[in-house]
Protein backbone atom coordinates (compact mmCIF):
# COMPACT_ATOMS: atom_id res chain seq x y z
CA UNK A 1 0.00 0.00 0.00
CA UNK A 2 1.25 3.92 -0.26
CA UNK A 3 2.29 5.21 2.59
CA UNK A 4 4.37 8.46 3.32
CA UNK A 5 6.49 8.60 6.52
CA UNK A 6 7.68 11.78 8.37
CA UNK A 7 9.01 11.83 11.72
CA UNK A 8 6.14 11.91 13.72
CA UNK A 9 8.08 12.65 16.77
CA UNK A 10 8.65 16.40 17.86
CA UNK A 11 12.91 17.37 16.29
CA UNK A 12 14.10 19.50 19.31
CA UNK A 13 17.77 21.39 17.91
CA UNK A 14 19.52 24.54 19.49
CA UNK A 15 19.43 27.62 17.44
CA UNK A 16 21.73 28.13 14.97
CA UNK A 17 22.24 24.39 14.14
CA UNK A 18 21.04 22.89 11.12
CA UNK A 19 17.63 20.54 11.24
CA UNK A 20 16.99 17.92 8.82
CA UNK A 21 13.94 16.85 8.44
CA UNK A 22 12.72 13.34 6.49
CA UNK A 23 10.13 12.18 3.91
CA UNK A 24 10.30 8.97 2.84
CA UNK A 25 7.27 7.51 0.71
CA UNK A 26 6.45 3.43 -0.63
CA UNK A 27 4.95 2.63 -3.56
CA UNK A 28 4.61 6.25 -4.72
CA UNK A 29 6.62 7.32 -7.93
CA UNK A 30 5.98 11.05 -7.64
CA UNK A 31 6.92 13.56 -10.35
CA UNK A 32 6.77 16.55 -7.70
CA UNK A 33 7.15 16.87 -4.52
CA UNK A 34 6.20 19.87 -1.70
CA UNK A 35 7.31 21.06 1.46
CA UNK A 36 4.74 23.16 3.95
CA UNK A 37 5.42 24.62 7.01
CA UNK A 38 1.86 24.25 9.40
CA UNK A 39 1.71 26.74 12.83
CA UNK A 40 -0.62 25.57 15.43
CA UNK A 41 -4.29 26.15 14.51
CA UNK A 42 -3.89 27.48 10.88
CA UNK A 43 -3.52 26.32 7.43
CA UNK A 44 -0.25 24.83 5.77
CA UNK A 45 1.78 27.43 3.86
CA UNK A 46 3.63 26.40 0.81
CA UNK A 47 7.31 26.09 0.94
CA UNK A 48 9.18 24.63 -1.70
CA UNK A 49 8.39 22.05 -4.94
CA UNK A 50 11.38 19.65 -5.95
CA UNK A 51 10.66 17.92 -9.35
CA UNK A 52 11.98 14.25 -9.92
CA UNK A 53 14.65 15.32 -11.95
CA UNK A 54 15.87 17.97 -9.76
CA UNK A 55 18.66 16.53 -6.75
CA UNK A 56 18.38 19.82 -4.57
CA UNK A 57 16.35 23.09 -4.27
CA UNK A 58 17.32 26.05 -2.19
CA UNK A 59 15.44 28.81 -1.22
CA UNK A 60 17.15 31.00 1.20
CA UNK A 61 18.10 29.28 4.15
CA UNK A 62 16.33 26.47 3.39
CA UNK A 63 17.38 23.14 1.16
CA UNK A 64 15.73 20.15 0.00
CA UNK A 65 17.04 17.42 -2.14
CA UNK A 66 14.73 14.55 -3.53
CA UNK A 67 16.14 10.87 -3.96
CA UNK A 68 14.02 9.02 -6.38
CA UNK A 69 16.08 5.61 -5.88
CA UNK A 70 15.56 5.98 -2.00
CA UNK A 71 12.32 7.26 -2.39
CA UNK A 72 13.47 9.67 0.05
CA UNK A 73 13.18 13.86 0.68
CA UNK A 74 15.05 15.63 2.88
CA UNK A 75 14.35 19.15 4.22
CA UNK A 76 17.34 21.66 6.14
CA UNK A 77 16.64 24.46 7.94
CA UNK A 78 20.20 26.11 7.91
CA UNK A 79 20.57 28.70 10.85
CA UNK A 80 17.84 27.52 12.66
CA UNK A 81 15.57 30.72 14.92
CA UNK A 82 12.94 29.91 17.19
CA UNK A 83 10.55 31.23 14.74
CA UNK A 84 11.15 28.39 12.64
CA UNK A 85 9.64 26.07 15.55
CA UNK A 86 6.54 24.69 13.28
CA UNK A 87 5.55 21.38 11.78
CA UNK A 88 7.07 20.71 8.20
CA UNK A 89 4.71 18.44 6.33
CA UNK A 90 5.61 16.71 3.08
CA UNK A 91 3.27 16.40 -0.16
CA UNK A 92 3.50 14.30 -3.26
CA UNK A 93 1.47 12.76 -6.40
CA UNK A 94 -0.43 9.95 -5.28
CA UNK A 95 -2.58 7.74 -7.83
CA UNK A 96 -5.86 9.38 -8.79
CA UNK A 97 -7.50 10.67 -11.97
CA UNK A 98 -6.77 14.21 -11.42
CA UNK A 99 -3.30 13.53 -9.73
CA UNK A 100 -4.41 13.66 -6.54
CA UNK A 101 -2.15 15.27 -3.70
CA UNK A 102 -1.43 13.33 -0.36
CA UNK A 103 0.08 14.86 2.58
CA UNK A 104 2.30 13.22 5.36
CA UNK A 105 1.77 13.72 9.17
CA UNK A 106 4.15 16.02 9.01
CA UNK A 107 7.56 16.68 11.59
CA UNK A 108 7.00 19.15 14.34
CA UNK A 109 10.67 21.40 14.86
CA UNK A 110 11.05 23.29 18.07
CA UNK A 111 14.38 25.49 18.10
CA UNK A 112 15.22 25.89 21.63
CA UNK A 113 17.10 29.56 21.90
CA UNK B 1 -2.40 36.60 4.97
CA UNK B 2 -2.36 33.48 2.12
CA UNK B 3 -5.51 35.23 0.11
CA UNK B 4 -8.18 32.01 1.28
CA UNK B 5 -10.58 32.97 3.74
CA UNK B 6 -12.87 30.71 5.88
CA UNK B 7 -15.48 31.31 8.50
CA UNK B 8 -16.22 30.67 11.24
CA UNK B 9 -12.89 30.42 12.49
CA UNK B 10 -14.47 28.06 15.59
CA UNK B 11 -17.99 26.17 15.06
CA UNK B 12 -19.59 23.72 17.96
CA UNK B 13 -22.43 21.99 16.94
CA UNK B 14 -24.42 19.51 18.12
CA UNK B 15 -24.79 16.24 16.36
CA UNK B 16 -28.99 17.15 15.19
CA UNK B 17 -27.78 20.64 14.16
CA UNK B 18 -27.38 22.04 10.43
CA UNK B 19 -24.48 24.16 9.78
CA UNK B 20 -21.83 25.81 6.80
CA UNK B 21 -18.70 26.17 6.53
CA UNK B 22 -17.53 29.08 4.21
CA UNK B 23 -14.76 29.42 1.77
CA UNK B 24 -13.52 32.17 -0.35
CA UNK B 25 -10.48 33.13 -2.22
CA UNK B 26 -9.41 36.31 -3.75
CA UNK B 27 -6.27 34.40 -5.97
CA UNK B 28 -8.14 34.04 -9.29
CA UNK B 29 -7.96 30.31 -8.71
CA UNK B 30 -9.76 27.93 -10.72
CA UNK B 31 -9.54 24.71 -8.06
CA UNK B 32 -10.19 24.64 -4.44
CA UNK B 33 -10.11 21.92 -2.17
CA UNK B 34 -11.38 20.63 1.63
CA UNK B 35 -9.56 19.17 3.71
CA UNK B 36 -10.43 17.28 7.19
CA UNK B 37 -6.99 17.25 9.73
CA UNK B 38 -8.04 15.38 12.83
CA UNK B 39 -5.16 14.97 15.82
CA UNK B 40 -2.14 12.82 14.99
CA UNK B 41 -3.37 12.40 11.15
CA UNK B 42 -2.25 14.23 7.89
CA UNK B 43 -4.30 15.77 6.25
CA UNK B 44 -7.03 13.89 4.81
CA UNK B 45 -8.73 15.48 1.31
CA UNK B 46 -12.53 15.34 1.05
CA UNK B 47 -13.55 17.10 -1.87
CA UNK B 48 -11.99 19.02 -4.72
CA UNK B 49 -13.43 21.17 -7.40
CA UNK B 50 -12.15 22.89 -11.05
CA UNK B 51 -13.78 25.07 -12.66
CA UNK B 52 -16.84 24.63 -10.51
CA UNK B 53 -17.52 21.13 -11.36
CA UNK B 54 -16.61 18.27 -8.50
CA UNK B 55 -13.81 16.48 -9.89
CA UNK B 56 -13.14 14.03 -6.57
CA UNK B 57 -15.11 12.99 -3.54
CA UNK B 58 -12.90 10.92 -1.62
CA UNK B 59 -15.35 8.17 0.01
CA UNK B 60 -16.77 11.20 2.34
CA UNK B 61 -20.18 10.36 4.02
CA UNK B 62 -22.85 12.46 2.64
CA UNK B 63 -22.98 13.94 6.14
CA UNK B 64 -20.98 16.63 4.68
CA UNK B 65 -22.14 18.27 1.55
CA UNK B 66 -19.85 20.53 -0.37
CA UNK B 67 -21.32 23.22 -3.04
CA UNK B 68 -19.33 25.70 -5.32
CA UNK B 69 -21.55 28.05 -6.76
CA UNK B 70 -18.67 30.00 -8.51
CA UNK B 71 -14.94 29.61 -8.85
CA UNK B 72 -14.51 31.96 -5.98
CA UNK B 73 -16.77 30.59 -3.12
CA UNK B 74 -17.00 26.96 -1.84
CA UNK B 75 -18.91 25.57 1.17
CA UNK B 76 -19.51 22.41 3.34
CA UNK B 77 -22.48 22.14 4.94
CA UNK B 78 -22.58 19.90 6.94
CA UNK B 79 -25.88 17.65 9.21
CA UNK B 80 -26.26 15.15 11.94
CA UNK B 81 -22.41 15.14 12.79
CA UNK B 82 -20.58 12.63 14.57
CA UNK B 83 -18.36 13.63 17.36
CA UNK B 84 -15.74 11.91 15.25
CA UNK B 85 -15.97 14.72 12.73
CA UNK B 86 -14.27 17.06 15.31
CA UNK B 87 -11.45 18.26 13.42
CA UNK B 88 -10.04 21.21 11.95
CA UNK B 89 -11.09 21.76 8.23
CA UNK B 90 -9.15 23.41 5.72
CA UNK B 91 -10.11 24.83 2.50
CA UNK B 92 -7.51 25.46 -0.07
CA UNK B 93 -7.39 26.80 -3.31
CA UNK B 94 -5.02 26.66 -6.66
CA UNK B 95 -4.26 27.72 -10.16
CA UNK B 96 -5.85 24.55 -11.45
CA UNK B 97 -5.37 20.78 -10.71
CA UNK B 98 -2.08 19.58 -11.81
CA UNK B 99 -1.11 17.53 -8.94
CA UNK B 100 1.80 18.75 -6.84
CA UNK B 101 3.13 20.40 -10.01
CA UNK B 102 0.44 23.18 -8.30
CA UNK B 103 0.84 25.15 -5.15
CA UNK B 104 -1.88 25.27 -2.47
CA UNK B 105 -2.73 28.18 -1.10
CA UNK B 106 -4.71 27.06 2.44
CA UNK B 107 -7.20 29.17 4.61
CA UNK B 108 -6.90 29.64 8.10
CA UNK B 109 -9.43 26.78 8.63
CA UNK B 110 -12.50 26.57 11.10
CA UNK B 111 -12.28 24.21 14.21
CA UNK B 112 -15.25 22.26 14.52
CA UNK B 113 -16.04 20.29 17.55
CA UNK B 114 -19.58 18.40 17.46
CA UNK B 115 -20.86 17.13 21.10
Known amino acids: SQKIEQNSEALNIQEGKTATLTCNYT??????LQWYRQDPGRGPVFLLL?????KEKRKERLKVTFDTTLKQSLFHITASQPADSATYLCALEGSGGYQKVTFGIGTKLQVIP | ETGVTQTPRHLVMGMTNKKSLKCEQHLGHNAMYWYKQSAKKPLELMFV???????ENNSVPSRFSPECPNSSHLFLHLHTLQPEDSALYLCASSQATGGAQETQYFGPGTRLLVL
Open chain 1, 27 to 32: NYSPAY
Open chain 1, 50 to 54: IRENE
Open chain 2, 49 to 55: YNFKEQT
